[in-house]
């Protein structure tokens, strides 16, 4: 009797190392990809267009810019916009991320569905994966890491219309319609 017991015992105490030793390491992980993502990000999302404002084509570019505030997330804003107008065309707003469990999740001010990022490769250069959100649709996104974009006009509370919420969302032109 004593060796069965002796032996669950030890059996129990390795399940249970395994076990944290495991959530230590998915816990480093989620540390490291929410450094990995602070500051700003631009290239392209396909179909992502289509599945929010109906527009298509391959000349909309997306800026995101992240800030970790704390170990797994912080707060951010992201401009979706048309490479040959982007200051007549295009469509800003704020959100808070977090990474759990190697996903992001993404929750935008503008009470859209929350975007979950998966299946995602990121360094310091390239951030590339899957979104999803919310739709059937499969949303790759492919971006590189951009320390030179200008947020100034998109920030700049004085450039937004007066009937747009000034602090978190701004549509103009073809994405205000």
């Given at each position: 009797?004593?060796?069965?017991?002796?032996?669950?015992?030890?059996?129990?105490?390795?399940?249970?190392?395994?076990?944290?030793?495991?959530?230590?390491?998915?816990?480093?992980?989620?540390?490291?990809?929410?450094?990995?993502?602070?500051?700003?990000?631009?290239?392209?999302?396909?179909?992502?267009?289509?599945?929010?404002?109906?527009?298509?084509?391959?000349?909309?570019?997306?800026?995101?810019?992240?800030?970790?505030?704390?170990?797994?997330?912080?707060?951010?804003?992201?401009?979706?916009?048309?490479?040959?107008?982007?200051?007549?065309?295009?469509?800003?707003?704020?959100?808070?991320?977090?990474?759990?469990?190697?996903?992001?999740?993404?929750?935008?001010?503008?009470?859209?569905?929350?975007?979950?990022?998966?299946?995602?490769?990121?360094?310091?250069?390239?951030?590339?994966?899957?979104?999803?959100d919310g739709t059937s649709?499969?949303?790759?996104?492919?971006?590189?890491?951009?320390?030179?974009?200008?947020?100034?006009?998109?920030?700049?509370?004085?450039?937004?219309?007066?009937?747009?919420?000034?602090?978190?969302?701004?549509?103009?032109?073809?994405?205000?319609?």
């Open positions: 009797m004593k060796k069965i017991y002796t032996f669950l015992m030890t059996a129990m105490v390795a399940l249970t190392s395994v076990t944290v030793l495991t959530s230590c390491d998915q816990d480093v992980y989620d540390r490291q990809e929410a450094r990995t993502l602070d500051g700003t990000w631009t290239g392209y999302i396909d179909t992502y267009y289509r599945d929010r404002w109906g527009l298509t084509g391959d000349s909309y570019r997306t800026t995101i810019y992240f800030q970790r505030e704390n170990p797994y997330g912080g707060w951010g804003y992201e401009v979706d916009y048309n490479l040959y107008s982007p200051r007549a065309d295009y469509y800003y707003c704020e959100f808070r991320w977090e990474v759990y469990n190697g996903t992001i999740r993404i929750k935008y001010a503008d009470s859209w569905s929350d975007v979950l990022i998966y299946d995602y490769f990121l360094n310091d250069n390239y951030f590339e994966g899957f979104m999803d649709k499969e949303i790759r996104f492919r971006l590189s890491y951009d320390s030179r974009f200008d947020w100034s006009y998109y920030r700049n509370p004085g450039r937004r219309a007066a009937s747009q919420d000034s602090t978190t969302v701004i549509a103009k032109g073809e994405f205000a319609r």
